[in-house]
Every structure is written in structure tokens, then in C-alpha cells.
């Protein structure tokens, strides 16, 4: 291995097999990706992004970020990696593949994901708090404030079309044609 892989790889902890021993689930894939994205850019992306498989690699195409959470090897090497060739690619356009820029990139995108605690787990979305009580009750409930809402609503409307018709009135009276005026003595 050259020199300059062996201090990229060297920043992985030990016993993570340089990174591939643990593998992201597919949110924190996606959530590692835009997060490495914006430490690369200084920026978001603006498209969406998406969980893709198989030989498919992690790399945006059609404004759509693909992420690949088990491509080839696996695990957060092969995603940092995929990430930092992007990167390079886009900030250095003459650099080579496995250049000196490339080695930098990944050297810092793994400095991150390991500081970050990503290994650990912090990307891991928190389990949804479950509804109190029965659910069919809390439904039942939710569509009758609903109701009431919309009964609220028609209320209004109904004031205000009153309000309008006794408007229209006047004006029908303030510009009716006069058709018999008085006899003057």
C-alpha cells in the first residue's frame, strides 16, 4: 500500500478493519452523505437523496443523490471514500482519481465521521414516540376537533354571506331607477 494510504486508513480506529467492519443502516448512510456533502462544499445539495444497491455507486445522478449504504466491501470506508472521489472530483477537475488531493479529502472526511461519533451510532434515527393510549381513541378524537373546526368555519361563512346580502340589498335600493316621483303642488 503507499505511503499516502497507509496515513489516509491509519485514521480509521482500530479494530474497524479500516472501516469496514461496521456498516451504516440506510438512514445514517443518507444522513452521512448530506452531512459529508456540506463538509466538503460548505454548502447543501440541492437535490434530494436517495437509497440505491447493488453495483450502484454512491454519486448523484439526475439531481439525485444516490447512496449506496453496501457497495463493494461496505461499511463507512467504502462510503467515505465514494465521498471524497467526489469531492476531489468536483474541486480539483484536473487532479488524478488516487491523487495527493484525494488522499487529503478522505484523510479529513474520516477525521470527521470518527469525531462526529458516527461509528457510535449518533447518526441513528430516535424511535418514534408511540401514541397514549388507544389509537383508534386518538383518531376518534383528532377527527372531532376537525369537525368542530370546519363547523366553526361555516359559522363564519355563513355571517359573512348574511353580512354581503344585506350589503347587496342597500346598494340595489341606492341605485334603483326612480319610477313614479311625487306630484309637486
Known amino acids: 500500500m503507499k505511503p499516502k494510504y497507509q496515513s489516509v486508513n491509519g485514521q480509521w480506529p482500530e479494530g474497524t478493519d479500516e472501516g469496514r467492519a461496521l456498516k451504516p443502516t440506510p438512514d445514517e448512510a ?5 452531512r459529508l456533502y456540506r463538509f466538503a462544499f460548505k454548502k447543501p445539495y440541492r437535490g434530494k437523496f436517495k437509497i440505491t444497491s ?23 470506508h467504502e462510503l467515505v471514500h465514494s465521498m471524497s472521489h467526489y469531492a476531489t472530483s468536483r474541486q480539483f477537475p484536473n487532479a488524478t482519481a488516487h491523487g495527493p488531493q484525494h488522499a487529503f479529502m478522505e484523510r479529513e472526511m474520516i477525521k470527521y465521521v470518527v469525531n462526529s461519533g458516527w461509528l457510535e451510532g449518533k447518526l441513528k434515527s430516535k424511535a418514534k414516540p408511540k401514541l397514549p393510549g388507544d389509537p383508534k381513541a386518538v383518531r376518534a378524537a383528532r377527527v372531532a376537533a376537525r369537525i368542530k373546526r370546519w363547523e366553526a368555519k361555516k359559522r363564519r361563512a355563513e355571517n359573512a354571506l348574511k353580512k354581503l346580502q344585506r350589503s347587496a340589498r342597500y346598494y340595489e335600493k341606492q341605485t334603483a331607477p326612480e319610477g313614479n316621483p311625487e306630484p309637486s303642488l
Open 30 to 34: 443518507v444522513a452521512a452523505a448530506k
Open 54 to 76: 447493488g453495483r450502484n455507486y454512491t454519486w448523484p445522478r439526475r439531481g439525485e443523490f444516490r447512496v449506496n449504504p453496501d457497495q463493494r466491501k461496505g461499511g463507512w
